[in-house]
C-alpha cells in the first residue's frame, strides 16, 4: 500500500508568465475606460485644470457610466492614483491631488480642507 492512502497526486502545473501588459491591468482600465473616453496620456499632464476639464467633459458626454459626471469623473482620477501607486512621482501626485479641487470647483461642490 502506498502512503498516498488511494489518492493519485495531483501534478501541479504552472501557470503561463504573464506579459508586462497583463501584469497592468489598471492601465488598460485608464485606457479603455467602459465608462469614460478619456483623452490620451491625460493624466500624465502637469496642467490640473486641463486633467479636470478633460474628465469633466468625458464624464458628461459619457452615456455608459453607473453614476453621475462627477462621481464618476472624481472615481478615475482617485483610481489612477491609487494604482499608480509608487511608479507615480511626487510632483505628479501633487499635481493630480489638485485636479480634485479643481473637479471639485467645476462641479460646484465644496473643497476638503
Known amino acids: 500500500m502506498n502512503s498516498n492512502y488511494g489518492y493519485e ?3 501541479t502545473v504552472k501557470p503561463e508568465k504573464k506579459t508586462k501588459s497583463e501584469e497592468k491591468w489598471s492601465a488598460e482600465v485608464t485606457q479603455h475606460s467602459d465608462a469614460l473616453d478619456l483623452e490620451g496620456d491625460i493624466f500624465e499632464s502637469d496642467d490640473l485644470k486641463k486633467i479636470a476639464h478633460s474628465l469633466k467633459k468625458s464624464a458628461e458626454d459619457s452615456d455608459r457610466k ?3 459626471p462627477y462621481r464618476s ?3 478615475m482620477l482617485t ?3 491609487n494604482r499608480a501607486g509608487k511608479n507615480l512621482h511626487e510632483d505628479q501626485k501633487k499635481v493630480l ?3 480634485k479641487d479643481e473637479l471639485r470647483s467645476l462641479f460646484g461642490k465644496p473643497l476638503k480642507g
Do not use: C, L, N, V
Open 66 to 68: 453607473k453614476s453621475g
Open 73 to 75: 469623473a472624481m472615481s
Open 9 to 11: 497526486k495531483k501534478q
Open 97 to 99: 491631488e489638485k485636479a
Open 79 to 81: 483610481f489612477y492614483i
